[in-house]
């Protein structure tokens, strides 16, 4: 299991505004791990919202964050990054991130339970 250190939110974001959310696992093996990032709202199932895989250009988002979030990562410091745009109330969430396979982004990546989670960052939009 590999163990995250999420941050970037905690703080009340317009609607329309942006943040840039950090993902840390000081993993040896980071740079080859696919990687991906959930939300989870209250009294919502969790829900994958992009991946990434080990190669930065190969990325894939949830339909309802296409073309509005941007996910990243740098192998050289450990970390990924998730970066919401145009933020809307519908974003407020707690995100977390995980590793959901090695190399590629696997096909179930939105549905993978990584079995341990971290503390997550929370992401709170207003109207």
């Known amino acids: 299991q590999v163990q995250v250190m999420e941050s970037g939110g905690g703080v009340l974001v317009q609607a329309g505004g942006s943040l840039k959310l950090s993902c840390r696992a000081p993993?040896?093996?980071?740079?080859?791990?696919?990687m991906a990032w959930f939300r989870q709202a209250p009294g919502k199932e969790r829900e994958g919202v992009a991946c990434i895989g080990w190669n930065p250009s190969s990325a894939t988002y949830a339909d309802s964050v296409v073309g509005r979030f941007t996910i990243s990562r740098d192998n050289a410091r450990n970390t990924q990054y998730l970066q919401p745009d145009a933020l809307k109330p519908d974003d407020t969430a707690m995100y977390y991130c995980?590793?959901?396979?090695?190399?590629?982004?696997?096909?179930?990546?939105?549905?993978?339970?990584?079995?341990?989670w971290g503390q997550g960052t929370q992401v709170t939009v207003s109207s």
């Open positions: 993993r040896p093996n980071f740079s080859v791990s696919a």
């Open positions: 995980a590793k959901v396979g090695r190399y590629d982004c696997p096909a179930s990546w939105a549905t993978t339970d990584p079995g341990s």
